[in-house]
């Protein structure tokens, strides 16, 4: 059976350049979800404490 509100994994050589994530580090990050703001403008905020900060492993 397919999904029909798609695919819930991002690989990390998908994600966006503004996210500032190491490319060939792991295998997946975290997906978006944006709300109300588009997609393309949005930051998990899982990424951004982990890999931006640094203050979660």
């Known amino acids: ?6 695919s819930k994994k991002l690989k990390r050589q ?3 350049t503004f996210w ?6 792991k295998r997946f990050v975290v997906t978006v979800k944006p709300g109300p ?5 949005s ?10 900060l640094k203050l979660v492993t």
Do not use: E
């Open 1 to 6: 059976m397919v999904s029909i509100a798609g």
């Open 43 to 52: 930051i998990p905020s899982a990424v951004f404490l982990r890999d931006t």
């Open 20 to 25: 500032g994530i190491t490319r060939k580090d």
């Open 14 to 16: 998908m994600a966006p």
């Open 37 to 41: 703001h588009p997609k393309n403008y």
